[in-house]
């Protein structure tokens, strides 16, 4: 017998009033100064350092879907022009921090990054164009992909702030959780609204989410911090719950029942210790 559904009430969500609270991070009171005496552990700190390059690899992925059928939307537009100027000073933040421990942090940490990519990076265009090209249902997919990232970041930081305990750095992941909530009521509305009104768009989002999804940053960062990530977050038992919410989430959404894709990431990436 299938498990029940868990209902969610729909989101409504006023791009008007997204836009006029928008901004930059405020981290006006946070004592970046208190990591000298008080230093994160080095487990975190790897959590940070990918959360930073994923957080600024934003504007990339942006670009990869300008040249898709989204770009047809000013609704969508509008939003997405706000949410990478967001994510840039999420990851300048968590820079911050990381330059508070002597790493770098910003340029001098993604300009390396984005070399490394290289054909990888550059291809990303070209297959989201195609991608576009071969369904209607695009836009379905791509606003329940992000709705799914973003419970999934959202969780990261959650998670992150309860293992490393360090008041600090909580209050900062918490600063950024509300401007990632925003992020996640748009996604999910409008996931839910174009899921709702056409059966091909549950279809296709069901096909490209089972056959394609990664996690958050599996794309562009090295399967050994992924590994780690993932396992230093949620292979626990808090952590498990974490990614049994986000596949509860996944199943309230019109037509995408048992996809569980937090469950299969935690058993495809594992970090072996022995691999460092």
């Not at 911090?225 to 626990?236: A, K, P, Q, S, Y």
Request: charged share 30%; glycine share 8%; with cysteine.
């Amino acid at each position: 017998m299938a498990s029940p559904v868990r209902k969610t009430c729909a989101v409504t969500f006023s791009i008007e009033d997204y836009t006029r609270i928008t901004g930059k991070l405020d981290v006006e009171g946070v004592d970046f100064d208190s990591f000298a005496p008080q230093p994160l552990d080095a487990a975190t700190l790897r959590c940070l350092r990918y959360m930073h390059d994923v957080e600024h690899h934003t504007i990339c992925y942006l670009r990869d879907l300008l040249v898709t059928r989204v770009h047809r939307d000013p609704e969508i537009t509008t939003f997405l022009t706000f949410w990478s100027f967001e994510e840039y000073w999420h990851g300048e933040a968590i820079g911050r921090v990381l330059e508070a421990h002597g790493e770098a942090g910003g340029v001098r940490r993604i300009a390396p990054m984005r070399a490394r990519l290289g054909r990888r990076d550059r291809l990303g265009p070209v297959t989201s164009m195609l991608s576009s090209a071969l369904t209607g249902e695009f836009t379905a997919v791509h606003m329940t992909w992000g709705a799914i990232n973003e419970w999934s970041t959202q969780a990261g930081y959650a998670r992150l702030a309860a293992k490393a305990r360090h008041p600090v750095l909580t209050d900062l992941l918490r600063r950024i959780m509300r401007q990632e909530g925003r992020h996640i009521d748009f996604y999910s509305s409008e996931a839910r609204k174009r899921l709702a009104r056409s059966r091909t768009a549950q279809r296709m989002t069901r096909l490209a989410l089972r056959r394609f999804w990664t996690p958050v940053g599996a794309g562009v960062m090295p399967k050994p911090e992924v590994d780690f990530l993932i396992t230093h977050l949620f292979d626990d038992d808090e952590g498990r719950e974490a990614a049994a919410r986000i596949d509860r989430r996944i199943d309230g959404l019109p037509g995408l029942e048992g996809l569980g894709l937090a469950r299969r990431a935690l058993e495809r990436y594992h970090w072996d210790p022995s691999l460092n």
